[in-house]
């Protein structure tokens, strides 16, 4: 199975969007998808269509973010709350470990150190740009997803 592809979701009314352009990048987000097409708690959802303009520690220049998703759900008391959600591995999340203070970085090291800096603009970008709307931004790692 490959790991990119097209979803063609089974309740394709419950997307906004074009249900004929969801591309997920990853398994994880495969499930995830599914997963909301499926649930009856989630009244709508959304892939990579919001745009969240972050400032990048690498060049310090404006960038565009796509969060993973965007959904409209049913919480246990009736009300409908929205969540921006990404979907990443939690070695991504908690960022790389440190190296000794004796030992010359990788170049590999510094790669990860960089993107996880950036994740991090983004991160924050995106829960200053929920607050604004009163919308919580959740990060689903392998630990959320049961894997």
């Avoid at 394709?12 to 097409?37: A, N």
């Avoid at 972050?54 to 959904?71: E, L, M, N, Q, T």
Wanted: aromatic content about 14%; glycine content about 4%.
């Amino acid at each position: 199975m490959s790991y990119k592809g097209k979803y063609s979701p089974i309740n394709p009314s419950k997307y906004r969007g074009d249900p004929t352009r969801i591309v997920y990048r990853s398994l994880w987000e495969r499930r995830v998808m599914k997963f909301f097409d499926q649930s009856p708690n989630i009244i709508e959802w959304q892939s990579e269509e919001v745009v969240v303009p972050y400032k990048s520690p690498k060049d310090g220049r404006y960038h565009r973010y796509f969060p993973d998703f965007v959904i409209w759900q049913r919480d246990r008391s009736g009300s409908i709350v929205t969540k921006m959600i990404e979907v990443k591995p939690l070695k991504e999340v908690v960022g790389p470990k440190p190296k000794a203070a004796s030992a010359k970085p990788s170049r590999r090291y510094i790669i990860e150190v960089v993107t996880y800096a950036i994740n991090v603009a983004k991160w924050d970008a995106a829960r200053a740009f929920c607050a604004d709307r009163k919308w919580e931004f959740v990060i689903l790692t392998e630990k959320e997803l049961g894997l």
